[in-house]
Protein backbone atom coordinates (compact mmCIF):
# COMPACT_ATOMS: atom_id res chain seq x y z
CA UNK A 1 0.00 0.00 0.00
CA UNK A 2 2.00 2.93 -1.13
CA UNK A 3 0.16 5.55 1.17
CA UNK A 4 1.98 3.89 3.97
CA UNK A 5 4.96 5.33 5.35
CA UNK A 6 4.54 5.61 8.94
CA UNK A 7 2.68 2.83 11.18
CA UNK A 8 1.83 2.84 15.11
CA UNK A 9 2.24 -0.63 17.42
CA UNK A 10 0.63 -0.96 20.41
CA UNK A 11 0.14 -3.94 22.81
CA UNK A 12 -3.19 -3.73 24.67
CA UNK A 13 -5.41 -5.94 27.25
CA UNK A 14 -3.20 -8.68 29.45
CA UNK A 15 0.18 -8.79 29.08
CA UNK A 16 1.52 -12.11 27.45
CA UNK A 17 5.20 -13.57 27.23
CA UNK A 18 5.59 -12.93 23.82
CA UNK A 19 4.51 -9.60 23.45
CA UNK A 20 8.56 -8.17 23.50
CA UNK A 21 9.76 -10.30 20.80
CA UNK A 22 7.03 -9.42 18.57
CA UNK A 23 7.14 -5.71 19.09
CA UNK A 24 10.87 -6.58 17.95
CA UNK A 25 9.87 -8.48 14.98
CA UNK A 26 7.11 -5.45 13.91
CA UNK A 27 9.70 -2.79 14.14
CA UNK A 28 12.75 -4.36 12.37
CA UNK A 29 10.21 -5.54 9.68
CA UNK A 30 8.57 -2.13 9.38
CA UNK A 31 12.03 -1.14 9.16
CA UNK A 32 13.63 -3.60 7.04
CA UNK A 33 10.57 -2.52 4.03
CA UNK A 34 11.34 1.45 4.62
CA UNK A 35 8.33 2.50 6.94
CA UNK A 36 8.98 4.42 10.09
CA UNK A 37 7.43 3.07 12.89
CA UNK A 38 5.86 5.09 16.26
CA UNK A 39 5.33 3.39 19.49
CA UNK A 40 2.32 4.00 21.72
CA UNK A 41 2.91 3.23 25.04
CA UNK A 42 -0.24 2.22 27.01
CA UNK A 43 -2.52 0.88 24.63
CA UNK A 44 -5.60 2.66 23.62
CA UNK A 45 -4.73 4.95 26.66
CA UNK A 46 -1.46 6.57 25.22
CA UNK A 47 -2.86 6.46 21.69
CA UNK A 48 -5.40 9.23 23.40
CA UNK A 49 -3.17 10.78 25.46
CA UNK A 50 -0.07 11.06 22.52
CA UNK A 51 2.09 9.04 24.74
CA UNK A 52 3.97 8.48 21.65
CA UNK A 53 7.87 7.75 20.88
CA UNK A 54 9.45 6.90 17.22
CA UNK A 55 11.44 3.80 17.35
CA UNK A 56 14.45 2.25 15.40
CA UNK A 57 16.29 -0.99 15.45
CA UNK A 58 17.87 -0.07 19.06
CA UNK A 59 14.84 0.66 20.49
CA UNK A 60 14.17 -3.33 20.42
CA UNK A 61 17.93 -4.47 20.99
CA UNK A 62 18.12 -7.00 23.51
CA UNK A 63 14.01 -7.34 24.46
CA UNK A 64 13.57 -10.87 22.67
CA UNK A 65 13.94 -12.88 26.15
CA UNK A 66 12.00 -10.34 28.11
CA UNK A 67 8.68 -11.30 29.03
CA UNK A 68 5.63 -8.59 29.54
CA UNK A 69 5.98 -5.73 27.44
CA UNK A 70 8.18 -2.66 26.84
CA UNK A 71 4.96 -0.60 25.49
CA UNK A 72 3.00 -1.72 28.44
CA UNK A 73 -0.51 -1.76 28.58
CA UNK A 74 -3.38 -0.18 30.21
CA UNK A 75 -7.08 -0.25 30.47
CA UNK A 76 -8.77 2.70 28.25
CA UNK A 77 -12.73 2.71 28.90
CA UNK A 78 -12.62 6.57 27.25
CA UNK A 79 -11.47 4.67 24.14
CA UNK A 80 -15.45 3.36 23.92
CA UNK A 81 -16.49 6.66 23.46
CA UNK A 82 -16.85 9.38 20.50
CA UNK A 83 -14.44 11.68 22.32
CA UNK A 84 -11.97 8.86 22.97
CA UNK A 85 -11.92 7.94 19.50
CA UNK A 86 -11.46 11.83 18.05
CA UNK A 87 -8.59 11.85 20.37
CA UNK A 88 -6.83 8.91 19.10
CA UNK A 89 -7.49 10.04 15.54
CA UNK A 90 -6.05 13.63 16.23
CA UNK A 91 -2.64 11.69 17.50
CA UNK A 92 -2.80 9.90 14.58
CA UNK A 93 -2.95 12.95 12.55
CA UNK A 94 -0.22 15.01 14.57
CA UNK A 95 1.75 11.69 14.39
CA UNK A 96 1.69 11.32 10.58
CA UNK A 97 0.73 7.40 11.47
CA UNK A 98 -0.75 5.98 8.35
CA UNK A 99 -1.79 2.54 9.77
CA UNK A 100 -1.78 0.76 13.42
CA UNK A 101 -0.54 -3.02 14.05
CA UNK A 102 -2.38 -3.69 17.52
CA UNK A 103 -1.01 -6.71 19.29
CA UNK A 104 -3.87 -8.25 21.85
CA UNK A 105 -6.44 -10.21 22.33
CA UNK A 106 -10.59 -10.34 21.15
CA UNK A 107 -10.77 -6.77 23.57
CA UNK A 108 -7.84 -4.79 21.42
CA UNK A 109 -9.72 -6.03 18.14
CA UNK A 110 -12.70 -4.81 19.45
CA UNK A 111 -10.96 -1.24 19.96
CA UNK A 112 -8.58 -1.52 16.74
CA UNK A 113 -12.21 -2.01 14.56
CA UNK A 114 -14.29 0.19 15.79
CA UNK A 115 -11.21 3.07 15.25
CA UNK A 116 -10.90 1.48 11.98
CA UNK A 117 -14.49 1.97 10.90
CA UNK A 118 -14.20 5.52 12.06
CA UNK A 119 -11.43 6.87 10.66
CA UNK A 120 -11.17 4.63 7.92
CA UNK A 121 -7.14 3.54 9.00
CA UNK A 122 -5.51 0.08 7.88
CA UNK A 123 -4.89 -1.81 11.02
CA UNK A 124 -3.55 -5.55 11.36
CA UNK A 125 -3.76 -7.54 14.60
CA UNK A 126 -1.58 -9.86 16.18
CA UNK A 127 -2.99 -12.24 18.37
CA UNK A 128 -1.54 -12.30 21.96
CA UNK A 129 -3.03 -13.86 24.74
CA UNK A 130 -1.88 -16.45 27.03
CA UNK A 131 -5.66 -18.09 27.00
CA UNK A 132 -5.50 -19.11 23.31
CA UNK A 133 -8.95 -18.16 22.42
CA UNK A 134 -9.00 -16.10 19.27
CA UNK A 135 -10.90 -17.14 16.38
CA UNK A 136 -8.97 -17.86 12.77
CA UNK A 137 -5.45 -18.69 14.53
CA UNK A 138 -4.29 -22.34 16.11
CA UNK A 139 -2.04 -19.91 18.03
CA UNK A 140 -1.58 -16.91 19.87
CA UNK A 141 1.95 -14.93 21.39
CA UNK A 142 1.73 -15.68 25.10
CA UNK A 143 0.09 -19.28 25.39
CA UNK A 144 3.03 -21.50 25.24
CA UNK A 145 4.60 -20.20 27.98
CA UNK A 146 1.84 -20.04 29.69
CA UNK A 147 1.55 -23.35 29.11
CA UNK A 148 5.00 -24.20 30.16
CA UNK A 149 5.12 -22.04 33.27
CA UNK A 150 2.07 -24.15 34.83
CA UNK A 151 3.32 -27.46 33.67
CA UNK A 152 6.85 -26.65 35.79
CA UNK A 153 4.68 -25.91 38.57
CA UNK A 154 2.46 -28.78 38.55
CA UNK A 155 5.33 -31.27 38.05
CA UNK A 156 6.72 -29.85 41.38
CA UNK A 157 3.22 -29.58 43.11
CA UNK A 158 3.31 -33.71 41.76
CA UNK A 159 6.70 -34.06 44.01
CA UNK A 160 4.99 -33.00 47.52
CA UNK A 161 1.45 -35.10 46.95
CA UNK A 162 3.31 -38.07 46.04
CA UNK A 163 5.55 -37.75 48.92
CA UNK A 164 2.57 -37.16 51.49
CA UNK A 165 -0.08 -39.04 49.14
CA UNK A 166 -2.50 -35.97 48.94
CA UNK A 167 -4.80 -34.60 46.18
CA UNK A 168 -3.86 -31.28 44.78
CA UNK A 169 -6.20 -28.99 43.11
CA UNK A 170 -4.02 -26.46 40.39
CA UNK A 171 -6.03 -23.55 39.24
CA UNK A 172 -4.70 -21.99 35.93
CA UNK A 173 -5.76 -18.95 34.31
CA UNK A 174 -8.81 -19.43 31.70
CA UNK A 175 -12.29 -17.17 32.24
CA UNK A 176 -13.97 -18.47 29.38
CA UNK A 177 -11.22 -20.60 27.91
CA UNK A 178 -9.67 -24.14 28.96
CA UNK A 179 -7.03 -24.40 26.05
CA UNK A 180 -4.44 -23.70 28.77
CA UNK A 181 -5.81 -26.14 31.79
CA UNK A 182 -6.40 -28.94 28.68
CA UNK A 183 -3.20 -28.95 27.22
CA UNK A 184 -1.18 -28.49 30.76
CA UNK A 185 -3.49 -31.38 32.52
CA UNK A 186 -2.43 -33.70 29.54
CA UNK A 187 1.32 -32.49 29.40
CA UNK A 188 1.58 -33.00 33.16
CA UNK A 189 -0.50 -36.01 33.54
CA UNK A 190 -3.30 -34.92 35.56
CA UNK A 191 -6.21 -37.10 36.91
CA UNK A 192 -8.82 -34.91 35.87
CA UNK A 193 -9.46 -31.32 33.98
CA UNK A 194 -12.17 -29.51 34.61
CA UNK A 195 -12.98 -26.48 32.07
CA UNK A 196 -15.52 -24.44 31.15
CA UNK A 197 -16.15 -25.76 27.50
CA UNK A 198 -17.28 -29.00 29.04
CA UNK A 199 -19.96 -29.91 31.97
CA UNK A 200 -18.42 -31.49 35.05
CA UNK A 201 -19.86 -34.34 36.80
CA UNK A 202 -17.85 -34.11 40.41
CA UNK A 203 -19.71 -37.51 41.35
CA UNK A 204 -17.78 -39.26 38.41
CA UNK A 205 -14.25 -37.41 39.52
CA UNK A 206 -15.00 -38.33 43.20
CA UNK A 207 -15.73 -42.08 41.65
CA UNK A 208 -12.71 -42.03 39.59
CA UNK A 209 -10.14 -40.35 42.46
CA UNK A 210 -11.52 -43.30 44.95
CA UNK A 211 -11.17 -46.35 42.39
CA UNK A 212 -7.39 -45.23 42.19
CA UNK A 213 -7.02 -44.98 45.76
CA UNK A 214 -8.07 -48.54 45.86
CA UNK A 215 -5.80 -49.76 43.27
CA UNK A 216 -3.03 -48.61 45.47
CA UNK A 217 -2.50 -45.04 43.63
CA UNK A 218 -1.29 -42.08 46.22
CA UNK A 219 -1.87 -39.35 45.13
CA UNK A 220 -3.65 -37.13 42.49
CA UNK A 221 -3.66 -33.88 40.40
CA UNK A 222 -6.39 -32.18 39.20
CA UNK A 223 -6.41 -29.32 36.94
CA UNK A 224 -9.04 -26.75 36.77
CA UNK A 225 -9.45 -23.73 34.69
CA UNK A 226 -10.92 -20.83 36.58
CA UNK A 227 -14.23 -20.45 34.82
CA UNK A 228 -15.41 -23.78 35.83
CA UNK A 229 -18.66 -24.21 36.43
CA UNK A 230 -17.73 -25.86 39.57
CA UNK A 231 -16.54 -22.07 41.19
CA UNK A 232 -12.52 -22.66 40.16
CA UNK A 233 -10.43 -23.82 42.25
CA UNK A 234 -11.54 -23.11 45.72
CA UNK A 235 -15.37 -24.60 45.39
CA UNK A 236 -13.08 -28.05 43.51
CA UNK A 237 -11.15 -28.68 46.51
CA UNK A 238 -13.73 -28.11 49.03
CA UNK A 239 -16.29 -30.52 47.03
CA UNK A 240 -13.40 -33.46 46.79
CA UNK A 241 -12.03 -32.99 50.06
CA UNK A 242 -15.47 -33.32 51.59
CA UNK A 243 -17.05 -36.43 49.20
CA UNK A 244 -13.95 -38.37 49.35
CA UNK A 245 -12.01 -37.34 52.76
CA UNK A 246 -8.79 -37.29 51.10
CA UNK A 247 -6.27 -34.88 52.38
CA UNK A 248 -6.53 -31.70 49.65
CA UNK A 249 -4.43 -29.16 49.17
CA UNK A 250 -5.47 -26.21 46.64
CA UNK A 251 -2.83 -24.41 44.67
CA UNK A 252 -3.61 -21.40 42.41
CA UNK A 253 -0.68 -20.55 39.65
CA UNK A 254 -2.60 -16.78 39.02
CA UNK A 255 -0.47 -14.20 37.17
CA UNK A 256 2.39 -16.07 37.33
CA UNK A 257 1.85 -17.77 33.94
CA UNK A 258 1.75 -14.25 32.47
CA UNK A 259 5.34 -14.16 33.17
CA UNK A 260 8.52 -15.47 32.44
CA UNK A 261 11.07 -15.65 29.29
CA UNK A 262 9.21 -16.34 26.19
CA UNK A 263 9.83 -19.64 24.98
CA UNK A 264 11.76 -20.87 21.53
CA UNK A 265 8.32 -21.88 20.20
CA UNK A 266 7.33 -18.44 21.23
CA UNK A 267 9.80 -16.44 19.94
CA UNK A 268 9.28 -17.50 16.36
CA UNK A 269 5.89 -17.22 16.26
CA UNK A 270 6.58 -13.61 17.07
CA UNK A 271 8.94 -13.34 14.68
CA UNK A 272 6.75 -14.49 12.12
CA UNK A 273 3.78 -12.74 13.33
CA UNK A 274 5.73 -9.56 13.36
CA UNK A 275 6.77 -10.21 9.84
CA UNK A 276 4.17 -11.55 7.94
CA UNK A 277 1.65 -8.69 9.63
CA UNK A 278 4.03 -5.83 8.05
CA UNK A 279 3.40 -7.65 4.88
CA UNK A 280 0.02 -7.68 4.68
CA UNK A 281 -0.01 -3.94 5.70
CA UNK A 282 2.19 -3.62 2.33
CA UNK A 283 0.10 -6.02 0.64
CA UNK A 284 -2.98 -3.82 0.88
CA UNK A 285 -5.02 -5.99 3.71
CA UNK A 286 -6.64 -3.79 6.47
CA UNK A 287 -8.52 -5.02 9.43
CA UNK A 288 -7.21 -8.68 9.17
CA UNK A 289 -5.59 -10.41 12.22
CA UNK A 290 -2.97 -12.54 11.16
CA UNK A 291 -2.25 -16.19 12.46
CA UNK A 292 -1.60 -19.23 11.69
CA UNK A 293 -4.34 -21.77 10.51
CA UNK A 294 -3.69 -25.73 9.66
CA UNK A 295 -0.26 -25.04 8.74
CA UNK A 296 -0.74 -22.10 6.88
CA UNK A 297 -0.82 -18.29 7.62
CA UNK A 298 -4.19 -17.02 7.98
CA UNK A 299 -6.19 -13.94 7.67
CA UNK A 300 -9.32 -14.09 9.70
CA UNK A 301 -11.69 -10.03 9.28
CA UNK A 302 -11.37 -8.34 12.68
CA UNK A 303 -14.94 -9.01 12.74
CA UNK A 304 -14.90 -12.78 12.20
CA UNK A 305 -11.92 -12.77 14.82
CA UNK A 306 -14.09 -10.75 18.18
CA UNK A 307 -17.28 -12.94 17.20
CA UNK A 308 -16.95 -16.10 16.76
CA UNK A 309 -15.52 -18.89 19.55
CA UNK A 310 -12.53 -21.16 18.51
CA UNK A 311 -13.81 -25.43 19.67
CA UNK A 312 -11.95 -27.62 22.05
CA UNK A 313 -10.24 -30.44 20.79
CA UNK A 314 -12.27 -33.68 21.34
CA UNK A 315 -9.53 -35.54 20.84
CA UNK A 316 -7.21 -34.08 23.46
CA UNK A 317 -10.21 -34.46 25.86
CA UNK A 318 -10.39 -38.47 24.87
CA UNK A 319 -6.95 -38.41 25.03
CA UNK A 320 -6.67 -37.20 28.63
CA UNK A 321 -8.87 -39.39 29.88
CA UNK A 322 -7.03 -42.49 28.23
CA UNK A 323 -3.86 -41.63 29.63
CA UNK A 324 -5.08 -40.57 33.26
CA UNK A 325 -6.51 -44.34 34.18
Known amino acids: MASIKKIGVLTSGGDASGMNPTIRSVVRSALYH ?12 GLMHDDMTPMHAGSVGGIISLGGTILYSARAPEFMTEEGLKKANDNMKKHNIDALIVIGGDGTYRGALDFSNHFDYPV ?13 TDYTIGYDTAVNVAM ?4 KLRDTATSHGRCFIAEVMGRHAGYIALEVGIASGAEEILIPETPTDIENIIEILKTGR ?3 KRSSIIVVAEGDEIGGGVEACKLIEGKTGFETRLTILGHMQRGGSPTARERLWAARFGFIAIRALLDGKKNVA ?4 KGEYSYTPLADAIKKDPKIDEIDLEIQKALSI
Open 34 to 45: GLEVVAIKRGYE
Open 124 to 136: IGIPATIDNDIYG
Open 152 to 155: EAID
Open 214 to 216: ERG
Open 290 to 293: IGTW
